[in-house]
């Protein structure tokens, strides 16, 4: 039976967090003498930003729990997905001591985050068609994995993992938390994990306004769990970690959901002609079927292929140093007039082979440390 105490670090279960102000007195009428705030206003004629913010970002749960389907009490925000993130290591894994397990190729922040806190990483790859090895990743669990990453669809292959090799995890995983990474599931034609929260209390599922919302300027990321866990990431949390103007946006995105749909339908239309038009390319050898808002496609020449792209100022994520993803580029799904230009730039006469361009001798990447992206 999955524990949550038992998860926790001893020193996380015992803290008592810091009290805010906002969090001694809630009500919005009266004579704010409490926080040391400027009473006068702002240095900005951009409204007035003087007063601290919710600490809990009670009106954004309120409007965001129905639109998911869950209770506000099963809901943290965050400054960007990072947060939750990196929250969830320092909540559960000791330095030294306790392990994060990954699938590569994956998103580059959950080793990031480990790393910044000196913690292990065990990695299990996903399988050639970027599907979850399952029955190796249950042998690599131990008593010290305390966090199993999913990302699902997952970057930067783009595909959804298999449903059966998700809950397989979670049935088996009964000392750690499964956290299923859904950045882009509102371009995938799938319900969402957070319809099993009930069900498993080991699960974590994280989502962002920074794809389909289009508010990645705002850095605000959703993680759903249960309310136990919610409320252990609300005591380690920064107390203010989202600012009044990002509150004040989301709530209004929020009422705006129908055009969120009707942008990831624009954008689910244009990834099929995007698709489509890359398909006829010569230099094009495969392009991953894609469940998200990009495209990974493996050219002839990636290399020279990206920096003959870069030349035209048509800018896409070289991913062929990465695991699995041999000759690819991460290319994101633009707009109509943004892919046609990318088509026409690839159509025009074949790019020279990267090593032609280069002095002999530099061109040393599989031997640098790679460095993680964040996005
Ligand atoms: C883009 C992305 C995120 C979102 O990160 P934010 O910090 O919320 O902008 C999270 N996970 C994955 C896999 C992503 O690709």
Request: hydrophobic letters at 40%; a negative charge.
């Amino acid at each position: 039976m999955f524990q949550l105490a038992t998860l926790l670090r001893p020193h996380i279960a015992a803290l008592v967090p810091y009290s805010s102000a906002r969090d001694e007195y809630t009500g919005t009428e009266g004579v704010f003498l409490d926080a040391n705030e400027n009473p006068l206003g702002s240095t900005t004629t951009e409204g007035d930003y003087n007063r601290y913010p919710d600490p809990h970002q009670q009106a954004i749960k309120q409007r965001l729990a129905p639109i998911k389907g869950v209770r506000p009490e099963q809901v943290f925000l965050g400054n960007g997905s990072d947060e939750p993130i990196d929250l969830l290591v320092r909540a559960t894994c000791t330095p030294g001591q306790d392990q994060i397990l990954i699938m590569p190729p994956t998103y580059g922040m959950y080793e990031v985050s480990a790393s910044i806190n000196d913690v292990a990483i065990t990695k299990v790859p996903l399988t050639p068609d970027f599907q979850v090895d399952t029955d190796a990743v249950l042998a690599a669990i131990t008593d010290t994995t305390k966090l199993i990453f999913l990302c699902s669809p997952n970057n930067p292959s783009g595909n959804l993992l298999q449903p059966d090799a998700i809950r397989r995890i979670l049935d088996a995983a009964q000392t750690a938390l499964v956290i299923v990474d859904e950045a882009y599931i509102d371009f995938a034609d799938v319900p969402s994990w957070t319809a099993q929260l009930d069900a498993y209390p080991n699960l974590v599922v994280l989502q962002t306004f920074s794809k389909a919302w289009g508010l990645a300027g705002l850095r605000l990321g959703m993680c759903f769990a249960s309310p136990e866990l919610i409320a252990v990431m609300n005591k380690i949390k920064p107390p203010y970690n989202i600012s009044a103007p990002t509150q004040a946006l989301a709530l209004d995105a929020l009422t705006h959901e129908a055009d969120k749909r009707q942008m990831v339908t624009e954008i689910m239309d244009e990834r099929q002609w995007l698709s489509d038009a890359l398909q006829t390319l010569p230099t094009v050898q495969q392009i991953h079927p894609s469940d998200a808002n990009f495209l990974l496609v493996r050219f002839t020449d990636a290399k020279g292929t990206f920096a003959y792209l870069i030349e035209q100022q048509v800018i896409v994520r070289d991913r062929s140093s990465v695991k699995l993803c041999d000759g690819c580029l991460r290319i994101t799904v633009g707009t109509r007039t943004e892919n046609e230009r990318l088509i026409d730039v690839l159509r025009q006469p074949a790019p020279v082979p990267a090593e032609a361009q280069l002095p002999l001798g530099t061109d040393d990447e599989a031997t640098k440390p790679e460095p993680v992206s964040n996005s």
